[in-house]
């Protein structure tokens, strides 16, 4: 298996202590790439020539004493980060032939760190999905079962580290697209808190480069392990030099708690309009038994946690209306005395300033109970989606698929109200490992921490990966 499987941070070590240098860890990286991803199809874009150019840097750098975060770590980037001289399609036929000159501010950074990018990996079409497959590029597997998916829209990030396709990679979450994939795939992966970190380059290809302020995007790091969440993060981390006129990293209160026994933990397995699967309320499970062995105090209820129905209802407005806004759908129907999310987000597609700016108070109105929580709790512990990794759904119109719960079909985006849980108010959100499902697929939980104390769930991740064990390399 050699260094394929290892974390960045125990590959920094060994090139500290001349154990192996940083071609030699490119060079495994390229050629388990080109043995094994023929099935999985997780590199989308290939940048080995270049890869093995900054591997030779990176130990000449070393050899010189340099020594920066990621210096000769093998990493991904997701397709959607503009990289000089690569194709940014969005898996988008139309823009096939897109390549920015320029560098997105996070592949900058990676760079800057050291890090050796071995090439870009496939989304969904637009990123507006929760597989990754497009006309472009092809259908990404699922490294554990490639009749299934690996999660979109970063599921060719998540597929590449489950495969030992590089140590770390970056991506974007919307709707769960750093998350699910983490979770369908058994990897890490944390949604930072909104506007923590710069996103530009990181661009629809219709769109120019410019350092905007999304809304509810973030972008995001993926690994194996939860140290190396937290590493990544240090690198991206931090306003854009354009707008802050600095290239100065965000500090960040450290976590709320160094031990397992001093956190206070509010979990959550259900949600009133979407049923949990068996197999993700046993991942709960595992990590909720995993706290109270460990002296953390933990709770099942609380009144202070914002309404779920509303939660799921605002954030469905404001993703369907932001979506609709840059990519145009067709006119829809929808019932207007119909409550179903289904119905809201039909309406959604056609909302008017007036009713964004009513979501958006709604909004704040949760932001509000969310500090209150916050105040009584240090994380809260929910699925990231009802069910482990499905098979391959290729209908066209996402809006009318299914997806089965135990046996039972609900709508095909349903699924989202986990996600949007914590991205619909701008929380930090970690997605760690959680055991396997009677199929032997892997399953995940989410760690949502406070606004802008990220450090939290990310030791909260760090500390339940010594007592439920972390990723496993697929069998």
């Known amino acids: 298996m050699g260094w394929s499987f290892h974390s960045a941070e125990e590959l920094v070590a060994a090139m500290r202590a001349g154990a192996v240098t940083s071609r030699e860890l490119t060079d495994e990286a390229i050629a388990r790439v080109e ?19 900054a591997a ?14 990621l210096l000769g770590v093998p990493v991904t980037v997701k397709e959607s980060y503009n990289i000089a001289g690569l194709p940014t399609t969005w898996g988008m036929p139309p823009h ?54 690996a999660g979109g829209s970063s599921g060719g990030s998540a597929a590449a580290l489950a495969a030992g396709f590089g140590a770390v990679s970056i991506g974007s979450d919307i709707g769960g697209s750093l998350r699910t994939p983490a979770h369908f795939c058994g990897v890490y992966a944390h949604k930072p808190t909104l506007g923590l970190a710069a996103s530009r380059g990181m661009v629809a290809p219709s769109e120019p480069a410019l350092p905007i302020d999304l809304d509810l995007a973030v972008v995001g790091p993926m690994a194996r392990t939860a140290r190396d969440l937290a590493l990544v993060l240090d690198v991206m981390a931090g306003p ?157 119109d996402p809006m009318r698929r299914l997806i089965e719960v135990d046996g039972v079909e609900h709508p095909y985006l349903d699924q989202l109200v986990w996600a949007g849980l914590a991205t619909m108010p701008g929380l930090p959100a970690t997605a760690v490992p959680a055991g396997r499902s009677s199929e032997g697929l892997p399953v995940g939980v989410q760690l949502i921490g406070p606004a802008f104390e990220d450090r939290t769930p990310l030791r909260l991740a760090e ?11 697929p069998r």
Not at 60 to 66: D, I, L, N, V, Y
Not at 463 to 473: N, T
């Open 96 to 149: 096939r032939d897109h390549v920015p000159a320029e560098d997105a501010v996070q592949v900058s950074r990676l760079k800057d760190a050291g890090a050796v990018v071995l090439g870009k990996t496939n989304v969904s079409l637009g990123l507006q999905d929760v597989q990754s497959f497009n006309e472009i590029y092809g259908t990404t597997t699922n490294p554990w079962d490639p009749g299934r998916t």
């Open 240 to 396: 854009d030099p354009l707008t802050s006129g600095v290239a100065h990293r965000l500090s960040l209160p450290p976590a709320r708690h160094d031990r397992l026994s001093d956190f206070r933990v509010l979990v959550l397995d259900e949600h009133p309009l979407l049923p949990t699967g068996a197999a993700v309320r046993a991942g709960v499970e595992r990590v909720a038994a995993a706290l109270t062995g460990g002296g953390a105090r933990v709770q099942r209820h609380s009144a202070l946690l914002p309404d779920l129905t509303e939660a799921a209802t605002v954030y469905m407005q404001l993703l369907v209306s932001g979506s609709a806004a840059r990519f145009p759908f067709g006119p829809q129907e929808s019932c207007v005395d119909d409550r179903s999310l289904h119905a809201v987000r039909l309406r959604a597609v056609e909302f008017t300033h007036r009713e964004w700016l009513e979501a958006n108070a709604r909004r704040e109105a949760h932001r509000h109970g969310w500090r209150r929580l916050f105040a009584e709790f240090d994380a809260v512990v929910c699925p990231v989606t009802p069910t482990p990794a499905f098979p391959h759904d290729h209908s066209p």
């Open 35 to 53: 043995r094994d991803d023929v099935v999985v199809n997780a590199i989308c874009v290939p940048d080995f020539d270049r890869a093995r150019a």
């Open 56 to 69: 030779r840097a990176a130990d000449k750098a070393r050899a010189r004493g340099e020594d920066r975060p």
């Open 463 to 473: 500390l339940l990966e010594r007592e439920i064990g972390g990723f496993q390399v």
